[in-house]
């Protein structure tokens, strides 16, 4: 499981939802989520380093880059390049790239598990001293895939601190560390194909 994608699609599901809802006692809820987003996916970009251990399932870190809807990621086994258009998916285990068109969600198995109607969410959030614990939960959750989501946001500059999912059986949280908004080039986002010159590349564009 590529769980860099998962967390793509919470955010971008968080900001989406909260722009459309109009319930009052969400007002602030939304305004905090709204402002995450735009700092993590707006025009002037992000980077973060980012780990999770589910025990004795799952286990990775990596570091990722957003700007818009680009996004870079690499870890040990995997990496990826995506531009706004193409999605290279780097597998090294199995010396692979994977071509797709940026936005299918076949480039990650599990993706199709974690997409909601994006009215099908409840927001609110709490205060922690130096933090906001902002939530958003299922309001239908299916039997697999996510029943709510838990962000933990430092209240001085809004940055993410961690990320709590709750699926059927367990609970895992990303932790988020050495983050930074704005000043992305999109050169990074460009695709390094000499550095997989001896790899097999496989074209998955429609």
Known sequence: MRLIYIITLLFCLSGRTLAATNEPAQTDARELFDKVFDMVFGPEGSSFTYSVNIVGLYKTQGDAVYKDKKITYNEKRFAAWEDGKVAYMVDRREKKVD????????????????????????????????????????????????????????????????????????????????????????????????????????????
């Open 99 to 206: 071509i797709h068109d940026f936005d299918d969600d076949k480039k990650d198995k599990y993706l199709s598990m974690f997409k909601y109607d994006v009215n099908n969410f409840a927001y609110s959030y709490k205060d922690k001293g130096d933090y906001y614990e902002l939530t958003a939960k299922v309001k239908n959750s299916k039997f697999f895939g996510i029943r709510y989501v838990t962000a933990l946001i430092r209240k001085d500059n809004l940055h993410p601190v961690s990320l709590s999912i709750k699926l059927a059986f367990i609970t895992t949280t990303v932790q988020v560390t050495n983050f930074r908004s704005g000043g992305i080039d999109d050169s990074v986002f460009v695709f390094p194909k000499n550095q997989y010159k001896d790899y097999k590349f496989i074209d998955h564009r429609k």
